[in-house]
């Protein structure tokens, strides 16, 4: 059977409207539901197995956000090759970059999973595990870590259909997983001896559920990565795998960088005693939420910045860029108003009535609205990302972190105590979008670099079809 020749998106702005929002809709669903399916294994753990089930996943968190990190470096390169290969009406290319991505996918996870079930026990002592729950922690740091090779291959499969434009097989198989976790997480960690190593149980079913709705869902619409479809051009390329983690590598680091922030303002907050840790924790769930439609339009700008890269369109460039710091300008802020007036009532789902509470909602009230800031800087890196310049936004982002949202947070916090601390993350984004902007106006300006036409990625005579 012959595979269907993507289509490449409409340069109109209207066009590009209507695409951004079928894009955008099961994009922030995604992440509602990757969300609730972490949220349900906390509250599974915290249920049955109490402050000790909680405890011995907590200890864990530093590795799962360095894991997160990788996991989000892979799917960024692999959703903009996908996206440059289908803007080119390249059907072959879209295999060769999806053969290498699962490939690269499997790759870093065995890696993960042999070095981690050999290192876990000194992982876990490294980290100061208490020693009451560390024999538990090293069974549930092993079997998680186990279980990485089926989450790097799902996630790069899911990467791979955004990267095509299809948003919706993605919000479909990450339900399949989210159902398969709730009804096994709590028979698996309550029902049988593995206790919270349950989990990674439950992850690796949720996983494969995933995967077998994407696969289903491939096969039924004709996918170029369906499988059985162009078996002769499933073959890896080193050439697609070594652009794929320059594009990934510096992702990976601005989320790790971000993730190390994280702790640091965690060890800020913590000085001012349990009740302020408690509504610092409270808060980011609810920010975590707010949060959705930025991290959405990032993807979403990517996916149509790669068509037209791949469609040998870089013109189209800026009108996308416009179009999704306008969508961001309503989506987002919806969201923040949203958070100002639900925060009290959401946060008692966490939290008693009382001055924690308030505290919260002060957390939450401050840092809301700077999801409008990281939305704009979003869409314009993921422009960048698929014109090829992704190191130097990274970097442009590790600076704003390093260099002005830790000093500013620990000179603030003297100044003015615990609220002082959470005006950083207003700043640091404010920061990254003066610094993206800058750098998104000399290359369009200076370089001319969305002015050039491109070349797609495999495409035949050096010029992509249709271009």
């Keep these: 059977m012959k595979a269907r020749e993507p289509t490449p998106p409409d340069a109109s702005v209207p066009t590009l409207r209507t695409r951004y929002l079928a894009l955008l809709t099961p994009l922030i669903l995604t992440h509602a539901l990757q969300s609730a399916g972490g949220l349900l294994d906390g509250f599974w753990l915290g249920r049955l197995l109490g402050v000790r089930g909680i405890a011995t996943a907590t200890s864990f968190f530093p590795v799962f956000f360095l894991l997160l990190s990788l996991i989000i470096g ?6 903009i090759l996908a996206g440059q290969a289908w803007g080119a009406r390249d059907a072959t290319q879209v295999r060769h970059v999806g053969a290498t991505a699962l490939l690269v996918a499997l790759g870093l996870g065995l890696a993960v999973a042999v070095t981690g079930a050999w290192s876990a026990p000194w992982l876990m002592q490294a980290l100061d595990t208490p020693p009451d729950i560390l024999p538990d922690a090293i069974r549930y740091a092993r079997a998680i870590l186990l279980v990485m090779p089926f989450v790097f291959v799902a996630w790069a499969g899911l990467s791979l259909s955004r990267g095509t434009g299809d948003a919706l097989s993605p ?11 709730a009804v096994c997480t709590p028979l698996l960690v309550a029902g049988t001896s593995l206790g919270a190593a349950g989990v990674a149980v439950s992850t690796l079913v949720a996983q494969l559920a995933a995967l077998a709705v994407l696969l289903r869902r491939w096969r039924r619409g004709g996918h170029p990565l369906a499988l059985g479809t162009g078996r002769q051009d499933w073959k890896p390329s080193a050439a697609i795998a070594k652009r794929m983690l320059r594009i990934g590598l510096p992702a990976a680091l601005q989320m790790l960088a971000m993730a190390l922030a994280e702790i640091v303002l965690l060890g800020l907050v913590n000085r001012h005693g349990s009740a302020a840790t408690a509504a610092y924790g409270a808060a980011t769930q609810v920010l975590s939420w707010v949060q959705f439609p930025a991290m959405s339009l990032g993807i979403a700008a990517a996916i149509l910045s790669a068509h037209a890269v791949g ?6 460039l800026p009108a996308i860029v416009r179009t999704g710091m306008r969508l961001n300008a309503v989506v987002s802020a919806l969201f923040v108003v949203a958070a100002h007036l639900l925060a009290p009532f959401a946060l008692r789902v966490f939290l008693e009535p009382g001055p924690v509470l308030e505290q919260a909602i002060a957390i939450v009230r401050t840092v809301a609205w700077s999801a409008v800031l990281l939305g704009w800087s979003n869409v314009a890196v993921s422009a960048l990302r698929a014109s090829g310049a992704a190191l130097l936004p990274a970097l442009l982002s590790i600076a704003a972190i390093a260099a002005v949202e830790l000093p500013v947070a620990v000179v603030l916090e003297a100044r003015f105590g615990l609220a002082g601390v959470f005006w950083a993350c207003p700043v640091a984004f404010l920061t990254m979008l003066a610094l993206h902007g800058l750098y998104y106006r000399h290359k369009e300006k200076k370089d001319g670099l969305f002015r050039q036409a491109g070349v797609a990625l495999g495409a035949a005579d050096g010029r992509a079809p249709g271009a």
């Design 74 to 79: 892979l799917g960024a390169g692999a959703t």
């Design 311 to 316: 469609a040998g369109r870089r013109d189209r």
């Design 171 to 181: 919000m479909w198989s990450l339900l399949a997983a989210t159902l398969a976790g």
